[in-house]
């Protein structure tokens, strides 16, 4: 699936603009700078195909990228900005709302945790809207390079805990670095799994 090509199909603002759900679905999701954006282009291979959206006041989008033929990636705007305005943060959670309500092609949401950082109120947030949304949701800690072997048991047993309380947590917790590379196979293995039926 990642040999073939991919390419950024739409950003929407609103629910109206999306693409059909003609294909199979994946979004990822996560706090600002978690490393979602060098996340997917270590995944896709495609340096500077996601940008990281550092501007709290401005209406981020909800980015679409086509992998291959048969499956689409979507990008959702980071949350959790310290100091975002009230109208951001509501518009923020009614495009969520409603996109994962209502994307029955959306088959895996992929939930971006900082492994030095482990599971904050404000993923607890989002994990209460995957359950709410049943939406299958399988958590990536990111950056891995930045944390020593004892601190891997720490944030992994962390979050297993959280995880534990959630219908719609998918078990496995896989650990990825865009530095090194740690996961990426997976990850796309992973993706690649998800088909149509
Ligand atoms: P986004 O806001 O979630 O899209 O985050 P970015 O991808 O822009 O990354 C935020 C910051 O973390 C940047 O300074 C990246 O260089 C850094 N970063 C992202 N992924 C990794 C990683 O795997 N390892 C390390 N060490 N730094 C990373």
Not at 149 to 170: F, I, M, P, S, T
Request: overall charge positive.
């Amino acid at each position: 699936l990642f040999a073939g090509p991919v390419s950024f199909l739409k950003g929407v603002v609103s629910m109206e603009g999306l693409p059909p759900g003609d294909r199979v679905e994946v979004c990822f999701a996560g706090r600002s700078n978690v490393g979602k954006s060098s996340l997917i282009n270590a995944l896709t291979g495609r340096k500077g195909l996601a940008r990281a959206s550092n501007t709290p006041g401005r209406t981020r989008e909800v980015n679409f990228f086509a992998l291959g033929e048969t499956h689409y990636l979507v990008d959702l705007p980071g949350y959790g900005f310290a100091n975002a305005p009230v109208r951001t943060v509501e518009r923020w959670q009614k495009l969520m709302k409603s996109y994962l309500a209502g994307r029955p092609n959306l088959r895996r949401a992929f939930l971006l945790i900082d492994a030095r950082h482990g599971v904050k109120p404000v993923d607890e947030e989002i994990m209460d809207l995957l359950d709410r949304s049943a939406v299958t949701f399988q958590l990536v800690l990111t950056k891995t390079d930045k944390i020593k072997a004892g601190g891997r048991k720490r944030v992994l047993d962390q979050v297993r805990e959280r995880l534990a309380r959630h219908a719609a947590a998918y078990p496995e917790i896989l650990m990825t670095s865009s530095q090194t590379g740690e996961g990426m196979a997976t990850l796309r293995a992973i993706i690649a799994g998800i088909d149509s039926q």
